[in-house]
């Protein structure tokens, strides 16, 4: 049931996208996502003052007409207490969020993502890692995981870390101890979409975005995982 997404890595997110929601939409709603993205990063990295950037991230969007259901969202610091690794929190939170009836066939998207046949799609190969800051000498990286229901609202995950350990360039896979990640959060929101809003900037946001898409931008091929 993994064919019932199309799959994008976009920017540093990994975004789900119901296919019953037409091209014309799916294309604005990833160029509102990227939009915010690069205007949230400003030359920068994501990692680095993950507060600061979240709130800009959600700035641009409410005002591309992607707004944020503030009764359903929330940033939480995270303490591990057993050794962890990134993706397996962000779909696991991915999953609390989906409604029930779609969570099977979510889940088994999520699996194919990270299956050997789409490795070299991952997410995580575009991380964005920090400098050390100051006397923390702290490696920073933050990803984001969503999924576009088919009434066109967006549930969003993302997972800020700060690790003394050096970062892989694959890190959302990697395996944290959580005595080396003292600076730990994660997001959880739903999106709702201004149609109207959307409909208006869409083209103008596709032609300034253009040139930036073959960076920033393609498209995941995704098979359902062999049990065999």
């Given at each position: ?7 994008w ?16 939409c ?21 990692g680095?003052d993950?507060?600061s950037?979240l ?16 009764l ?18 962000l ?25 050997s ?12 890692l ?28 993302q ?10 360039t ?21 999106y709702?979409i ?23 931008r ?10 065999d």
């Amino acid at each position: 049931m993994s064919n019932n997404y199309s799959v994008w890595r976009n920017g540093n997110s990994l975004v789900l996208v119901d296919k019953t929601i037409s091209e014309s939409c799916r294309l604005d709603m990833l160029n509102i996502q990227l939009a915010a993205y690069l205007a949230a990063c400003n030359g920068g990295v994501s990692g680095v003052d993950g507060d600061s950037w979240l709130k800009e991230y959600i700035r641009v969007q409410s005002g591309f007409g992607c707004t944020l259901a503030t009764l359903r969202s929330q940033t939480t610091p995270m303490v591990p207490v057993a050794a962890f690794r990134p993706w397996t929190m962000l779909c696991d939170s991915l999953l609390q969020a989906t409604p029930h009836h779609l969570r099977e066939a979510v889940a088994q998207c999520l699996e194919a993502c990270a299956s050997s046949e789409t490795c070299d799609n991952r997410i995580g190969g575009r991380c964005d890692l920090g400098e050390p800051l100051g006397d923390t000498c702290l490696n920073h990286a933050h990803a984001e995981v969503r999924l576009v229901l088919p009434d066109y609202s967006i549930i969003s995950t993302q997972l800020n870390l700060g690790s003394r350990a050096p970062l892989d360039t694959d890190w959302l896979w990697q395996s944290f101890d959580p005595p080396a990640v003292p600076a730990c959060w994660q997001f959880q929101g739903q999106y709702l979409i201004d149609s109207r809003r959307m409909n208006l900037i869409g083209p103008g946001l596709a032609k300034k975005l253009q040139a930036k898409l073959a960076l920033h931008r393609s498209e995941v091929s995704v098979q359902e995982p062999n049990h065999d």
